[in-house]
Structure formats: structure tokens, C-alpha cells
């Protein structure tokens, strides 16, 4: 189990109950959004309108690239685990994580929506790492 040291991940990953078990790891720390740190897409777009973390990254902060290749280390330490891996994390590190995963340039994590406490499972088709379920809720 790997989780980021940030006490929200922690906490999920304690109510998961898997808490006992859990490596922190700053590789699965949320993204470093620099100078807006704290700030809402809405509030940025008022100086940027057409601002997107994605594509325009921000100032003072981690480039989608700096979070892909964190994303590939923790890709990297779950595939010489020897078996299955939770990870628990933030928003936009999963979904850097999860393009990475498939093979995709991080920046293509825009495209996975991403909900909190949402479960996702990454898998393999034959030799193929796969998205075998994303951002999925209970509704119950």
C-alpha cells in the first residue's frame, strides 16, 4: 500500500483499513501548484481566461512532466510489488498517474475525470497495462 503523507490520504487510507500497512511516499503528493497554490480554476481564469492546468502548468510550480515522472516511479514501484497495490492519493496526481499507467504522456490525465473517494483499478490485458475501472462511485 502506498499513500501519500498528506493527512487526506492518509485518513482514507486508515478508513480503508489498510492503514497498518500503508508507505507514505511523496511521489504521490498532490500537484505543486506554485503561485496558485490555493487558488480556484474560476479566480485564475479571471487574470487567464483560458488557463488550463494541463496545457499553461502554473507559476512557480511542478510542469505536468515533474508529476508524470513521479507518477512513473510509483507505476515502477507497484509493478515489482508481487501483487496487488492500492495507492491513495490526490486528484490530479491519479490522473497523471492513471495516462502514465496506459502508456499516455501525463498531460492526457486531463481526460480522466476524477471524483473524490472514487475507486479506480489499473490492471493488465495479457501484456497490456489497461484502465480496467476509473472514477468509479457508491452511490448507495
Do not use: K, Q
Amino acid at each position: 500500500m502506498l499513500t501519500s503523507p498528506l493527512s487526506r490520504a492518509m485518513e482514507t487510507c486508515r478508513l480503508a483499513g489498510l492503514g497498518d500497512r500503508a508507505e507514505p511516499t511523496d511521489d504521490l503528493v498532490e500537484w505543486d501548484y506554485g503561485d496558485y497554490e490555493g487558488r480556484r480554476t474560476t479566480d485564475i481564469r479571471v487574470e487567464r481566461p483560458a488557463w488550463d492546468l494541463w496545457v499553461d502548468g502554473v507559476p512557480a510550480g511542478e510542469t505536468v512532466d515533474d508529476v508524470g515522472r513521479r507518477a512513473d516511479r510509483v507505476i515502477e514501484a507497484a509493478r515489482t510489488a508481487g501483487g496487488d497495490v492500492a495507492l491513495f492519493a490526490h486528484g490530479h496526481v491519479l490522473r497523471a498517474l492513471g495516462a502514465r499507467w496506459a502508456g499516455l504522456a501525463p498531460d492526457r490525465g486531463a481526460v480522466l475525470a476524477l471524483a473524490t473517494a472514487s475507486i479506480s483499478v489499473l490492471g493488465w490485458e495479457r501484456s497490456t497495462p489497461v484502465i480496467e475501472r476509473w472514477n468509479e462511485i457508491d452511490r448507495t
